[in-house]
């Protein structure tokens, strides 16, 4: 089959741009697993779809938040980076889905998800312990991450010989996704996360030159809410378990599209919209409030209960300036303590890592691990 037949019949079956868009797709049939033993078989099945689907939906899960920065701190946005470095640098990515589309939102027939399972530990692994078992309830075995899963450094092996990464004409979507970044980063580079936030910056325009955040591009459209809420209200239905990264990377996916073509006539304008995270201070906030081709779309200004209660307890850290709840930033000179009621691995280890971490610069002295009830923007994003 020609890239253009495959085109026309992804396009007739996946109906991107109707709210109907999974209708038809087996969530089986269409999000591949992939453990350590199907890596490479697998990663080659994507270097050859990259081409012709060269847009990539990425959703991670990850353990939780276990530790805070402690200041001072300049602001609330150093707050916030700092927040994500400490704990990305501390703790281990558990999935990374990748969706593939064209530039309409097409999907391959077939296999269009990949959903990467990564080795994690719960013997030896820290992890915030409501998160896990909040993971745990949305079917990850992770008896089997344990055994089976893949190890971060082959994965950066196949990963920069991919084309996936380092490829200007490869355009990332993802939602909120500030943390997915951050570990895809600390996978490929297989160091910790820069001390600046504008070196961050820097380094993820090197790996992923083109950078499209749903959640940002919400607030043109005066939408607030999580990615369920918002597929929810302009009739969106996901395709898979909710809360895996497979599923969560083809419901991004949709819902981009979808709001692409609804609110600003399908294209944007890439000076104010690209490489821009939901945030962190990425750049210049969007400005005009486009209008919607059809319909209000008013109904997307809010989330769903209970995927607030589901993001905090998968994500559960301080931050970023949504609407759903605001970060005070700690008053300076203040000091964290260890709580070893709130992040396992063997209490003991975990206790150790934390109090590693407080040697380096990137906590400031010292971490608290955690225990805070604020919102963050790993814990926003589930809204």
């Not at 995927?307 to 203040?334: D, F, I, L, R």
Request: charged letters at 25%.
């Amino acid at each position: 089959m020609s890239a253009g037949d495959s085109k026309a019949s992804a396009s007739a079956s996946a109906g991107v741009g109707s709210p109907d868009v999974f209708g038809n797709l087996d969530h089986t049939k269409v999000i591949r697993e992939v453990w350590c033993h199907n890596l490479k078989q697998e990663m080659e099945m994507i270097m050859d779809l990259v081409d012709d689907y060269p847009y990539i939906a990425m959703d991670t899960e990850f353990p939780g938040i276990v530790a805070r920065p402690v200041g001072p701190f300049r602001n609330s946005q150093e707050y916030h980076y700092r927040l994500l470095k400490c704990n990305v640098d501390l703790l281990k990515i558990i999935q990374m889905g990748l969706c593939f589309c064209d530039e309409q939102g097409r999907l391959p027939p077939g296999v269009c998800v990949w959903q990467f399972n990564f080795r994690f530990d719960l013997s030896e692994d820290m992890y915030a312990r409501d998160s896990i078992e909040f993971l745990k309830k949305s079917g990850i075995n992770f008896e089997r991450h344990a055994k089976e899963g893949i190890d971060v450094m082959e994965f950066a092996e196949v990963l920069i010989s991919s084309a996936i990464v380092l490829n200007d004409d490869v355009k990332w979507v993802t939602f909120h996704s500030g943390y997915d970044y951050g570990y895809l980063l600390r996978l490929l580079t297989c160091e910790k996360l820069p001390e600046a936030e504008e070196a961050f910056f820097e380094l993820l325009k090197t790996y992923c030159p083109c950078v499209y955040d749903v959640r940002f591009l919400m607030k043109s459209c005066d939408l607030k809410g999580g990615l369920s809420g918002v597929a929810a209200s302009h009739g969106i239905k996901r395709c898979g378990p909710q809360h895996q990264a497979g599923s969560d990377s083809l419901l991004t996916q949709a819902v981009f599209f979808h709001l692409r073509d609804r609110y600003f006539k399908g294209k944007l304008d890439d000076q104010l919209h690209m490489n821009h995270l939901y945030g962190l201070g990425s750049g210049p906030k969007a400005s005009s409030t486009p209008s919607p081709s059809s319909g209000s779309g008013a109904g997307g200004k809010t989330g769903s209960g209970a995927e607030t209660a589901s993001k905090a307890h998968t994500h559960n850290g301080s931050g970023s300036g949504s609407a759903a709840g605001k970060k005070t930033v700690p008053e300076a000179g203040s000091t964290g303590a260890i709580n070893g009621g709130t992040a396992s691995s063997g209490e003991s280890k975990g206790m150790a890592a934390s109090s590693r971490s407080g040697t380096d610069s990137d906590t400031k002295g010292a971490t608290s691990l955690a225990a805070e009830g604020k919102k963050s923007q790993a814990e926003a994003k589930r809204e």
